[in-house]
Nanobody, 122 residues
Framework: QVQLVESEGGLVQAGGSLRLSCAAS???????MGWFRQGPGKEREFVAA????????FYGNSVKGRFTISRDNAKNMVYLQMNSLKPEDTAVYYC????????????????WGQGTQVTVSS
């Protein structure tokens, strides 16, 4: 099993940056890690994923070129660096873990953090 705890999000102005962290317990290095988000009145959507080694990363179209996912297996941490933030990035962000290769399907992730609020003001 894996337990996931996201860092506190925050309020940032449009164009700004924010880095989210997710601390994991268990056999962290065996898992593909993902970030999802859920905006007000919207379904939870895929943001980014990284394979167990950190060698391969994948992004949703809406964040490609602005967000970067990374991981540190020695520290059991996964990160989401968010740059050039837009008001439409406002959402609760969730860290998630799955065994197996990359997936953008939220139903394929077995473990979830509690979520952290990110608000981008215009």
């Amino acid at each position: 099993q894996v337990q996931l705890v996201e860092s506190e999000g925050g309020l940032v102005q449009a164009g700004g940056s924010l880095r989210l962290s997710c601390a994991a317990s268990g056999r962290f290095s065996a898992y593909t890690m993902g970030w999802f988000r859920q905006g007000p009145g919207k379904e939870r959507e895929f943001v980014a994923a990284i394979d167990w080694s950190g060698a391969s990363t994948f992004y949703g179209n809406s964040v490609k070129g602005r967000f970067t996912i990374s991981r540190d297996n020695a520290k059991n941490m996964v990160y989401l660096q968010m740059n050039s933030l837009k008001p439409e990035d406002t959402a609760v962000y969730y860290c998630a873990a799955r065994l197996g290769p990359y997936s953008a399907l939220r139903g394929s992730y077995s473990y979830w953090g509690q979520g952290t609020q990110v608000t981008v003001s215009s």
